[in-house]
């Protein structure tokens, strides 16, 4: 299984970023992908998740109300949206996939490379 993560780059406080991850190769009938990030200097964070449905979504606390989880299942590609972009979303963002719907690290089976991503103020 292999994951993609697109979107990243430098912005700008405030507006909406989209973060994409497509998954593909053997077995990428996936039961779930999350979303997770690592700032500097902090531990990796789990901030949402999907599962193959595209229904039930895991968000992490931090995130809740801020980042929408989406999935398009036709193009194996599973979306993260950041609204009102602060300084504090400065990471690098990567997803996996997982048999069970969690956002916790120790649940995932595959990981992309991942995408950064840096919120200038």
């Known amino acids: 299984v292999q994951l993609v993560e697109s979107g990243g780059g430098l912005v700008q406080t405030g507006g909406s970023l989209g973060l994409s991850c497509v998954v593909s190769?053997?077995?990428?009938?996936?039961?779930?992908i999350a979303w997770f990030r690592q700032a500097p200097g902090k531990e990796r964070e789990g901030v949402a998740c999907?599962?193959?449905?595209?229904?039930?979504?895991i968000y992490g606390a931090s995130v809740r109300g801020r980042f929408t989880i989406s999935s398009d299942n036709a193009k194996n590609t599973v979306y993260l949206q950041v609204d009102n972009r602060t300084p504090e979303d400065t990471a690098f963002y990567s997803c996996?996939?997982?048999?069970?719907?969690?956002?916790?690290?120790?649940?995932?089976?595959?990981w992309g490379k991942g995408t950064r991503v840096t919120v200038s103020s």
């Open positions: 996996a996939n997982t048999i069970v719907p969690t956002i916790l690290t120790s649940g995932m089976d595959y």
């Open positions: 999907i599962d193959s449905s595209a229904g039930p979504t």
């Open positions: 190769g053997s077995g990428s009938g996936y039961y779930a």
